[in-house]
Nanobody
């Protein structure tokens, strides 16, 4: 059984940093991709970045987050990390991670419950 769990959200002042973590348990090898998403109230879900857990190749979906958010992985711990710097109030959202067992960064079979990030001005 695969479980995905995010952690590290919280309240931070504008200009500050947060580091989110996501752990995928139950995946027995590195042949999958994981992505970070976010969704603010009343807005559509945004894809932040995707990384191939085997070869480290990543896709940065950019936009307003480019240059401020960095995705990384730790295969030994089956962990995905999102380092968020220079946070802005508009980064306030629920942040999710998900696993794509086809490694295509396209269809995600396993989702976490999300972790809330709130940035105060």
């Amino acid at each position: 059984q695969v479980q995905v769990e995010e952690s590290g959200g919280g309240l931070v002042q504008a200009g500050g940093s947060l580091r989110l973590s996501c752990t995928a348990s139950g995946l027995t090898d590195d042949d999958y991709a994981m992505s970070w998403f976010r969704q603010a109230p009343g807005k559509e879900r945004e894809t932040i970045s995707c990384i191939n857990m085997r070869n480290g190749g990543s896709i940065d979906y950019g936009g307003s987050m480019r240059g401020r958010f960095t995705i990384s992985k730790d295969n030994a711990k089956h962990t995905l990390t999102l380092q968020m710097n220079s946070l802005k109030p508009e980064d306030t959202a629920m942040y999710y991670c998900a696993a794509d067992v086809d490694s295509l960064c396209y269809e995600y079979s396993y989702w976490g419950q999300g972790t809330q990030v709130t940035v105060s001005s």
